[in-house]
């Protein structure tokens, strides 16, 4: 058996990896010589939301923690500015668009309500750890 991480958890975590997976199979269909350019762009930024929140994770201050959050939602503004240019570059459909977007604007909704909660928590891991 393997052990399970706190971030894993997290419904935002796991709704960015399922994102992750969706954003992969979108871009599948993109001309080749977005390949390394509007492809690459936006897989990678989808790929830094997970990725942020299982690094701050690991950080013992919230205010870290919540960095590398703000982190994520960065990521997430740049994968819907990608998907406007994929929208605008007609690779995409009205319709793929409108049903990623809805998906973007959850976790960026989950990101925003992880960061009050990091920033507003005054427990931190080296706090407990001292007093515990």
């Known amino acids: 058996m393997y052990h399970t991480y706190s971030f894993e958890n997290l419904e935002v975590y796991k709704l960015a990896r399922s994102l992750r997976v969706e ?3 979108l871009t599948k ?3 080749r010589e977005e390949r390394y350019e509007l492809t690459n762009q936006l897989r990678r930024a ?3 939301i997970s990725t942020n929140i299982a690094e701050g994770s690991g950080r013992a ?3 870290d923690q919540a960095h590398f959050t703000n982190i994520s939602f960065a990521s997430a503004l740049e994968v819907i500015d ?3 240019a994929s929208l605008d570059l007609a690779y995409i459909s009205k319709e793929t668009y409108k049903l990623t977007r809805i998906k973007m604007d959850e976790v960026i909704n989950k990101l925003n309500s992880l960061y009050k909660f990091q920033i507003r928590n005054v427990g931190t ?3 407990k750890v001292k007093n515990g």
Do not use: G, M, V
């Open 23 to 25: 954003i992969r199979t």
């Open 61 to 63: 201050s919230n205010f």
């Open 46 to 48: 989808a790929d830094r």
């Open 125 to 127: 891991l080296k706090t």
């Open 29 to 31: 269909d993109y001309p």
């Open 82 to 84: 990608h998907l406007n």
